[in-house]
């Protein structure tokens, strides 16, 4: 009966892992990020209700009142949402010290187009500084090698659990204490119930139609394809981070242990 967190940062194809893992156990979608954006940038959960707008100990108690009930719970959550609320997750330190922690990362020259792309439809034109506020990679490393100092931190590499679904999620879920099936390879569409606030907002089209772990297609036109120069710029920051939280080894899943 344990709480398995999946950090990630945006655009990494975490919204089709969580569903592909929800039919293993309780998931959990985001529950800290209402609270952290009503703080950061109140935009973007406007109009949103008190039951997304939490603080920080009322999402605690209730992802331990879903293990309570239900005993295992998947969380998948956004890192930054979490470690950028230090001060608050230090008063729960135990808590998190009892859970397992996976990282989920994906190359910077698929996830920050995808991004930028994404920010610019959902909120209009917004400044450079607002992109690099949401990339998330330094805050992905910057949280794993906080929790490898008490326990294995597993780093899941976005890119291999396309290419190798069953390889990948047979290692999670020996990581997780699950048993693998071969049915955790697809899944009906649709969304999962608490994933309105994003999915309303258009975050989560392609993993609302997904039915496997499959690289999408690209319908993007030439230009639209092209890589600009502030996501070209932005890649490159985030490179070296991501670099780091995959120990160099870009196409392979990996167990790190408890050192840095």
Known sequence: MTVTFIWTHPRSRSTALEKCLSSLAPTMHEPFSGGYYLGAHPEAVEGAGADVLKPFHRVVEDIKGKQGESGDVVVKELAYCVWRQRSAMEQHRDFFNTCRHVALVRRPEESIPSLVKQMLRAYGDIPLGRMRDAMGYEDLLAL???????????????????????????????????????????????????????????????ARESEGFVRATNHATPQEAQITPTESQLIQECVPFYLAITGGNTHRSQLAQCTT
Not at 159 to 166: C, H, I, N
Not at 182 to 190: D, E, F, M, V
Not at 196 to 205: C, I, K, P, T, Y
């Open 144 to 206: 794993s090698n906080h929790f490898r100092e008490v326990s294995p931190v597993m780093v899941v590499d976005s890119d291999e659990l396309v290419s190798e679904p069953a390889t990948v999620l047979g290692r999670l879920c020996n990581f997780m204490g699950f048993p693998f099936d071969n049915a955790l390879l697809t899944w009906k569409k649709g969304p999962l119930p608490d994933w309105v606030l994003w999915d309303s907002r258009g975050w989560h089209e392609a």
